[in-house]
């Protein structure tokens, strides 16, 4: 007879955890990175991606995270997972070109523009300071 499976700490605490619990997680977290408290933010956030991987806004704000701490491969990987979750998402593909034209990356960061170029272009971004900021990187692309 085989032994049972050991179920992984992590597995047990997936199952823990109910949507709304994890949206007020993800609220402590947003708030503690709205103040500046990086290391509290950050402290939730790890929880969060561990137990709701598929939680895009965390991600994203563990890119700016490391963006802040100027881990930029560490938060280049957060932002394409929460693209990756989110394909939607313009803030992730803003960071991710933020974030790539800073390593150097310019073609990468030419693809991702092009895209947000496409999307400003049709009207479907709102957020006024978002469209500013990707208009400064179509221009730091154009002046490279």
Known sequence: MSTP???SPSEVL???YSDEEIAAIYDRA???L???DLRRSESLLVGINEIAPDHAPAWLAMSYIHIMNRSYDS???CARQALR???NMTSAMVFLVVTLMTTGDVNSAGTYLGEL???IESGSNEDANLVRLVKMQLARF???
């Open 117 to 119: 170029r496409e999307k």
């Open 34 to 36: 709205e103040s500046g």
């Open 75 to 77: 938060a280049i990987f």
């Open 14 to 16: 997936k199952r823990g």
């Open 30 to 32: 947003r708030l503690w």
């Open 5 to 7: 499976r050991r179920r």
């Open 85 to 87: 979750l989110d394909p």
């Open 142 to 144: 154009e002046t490279r």
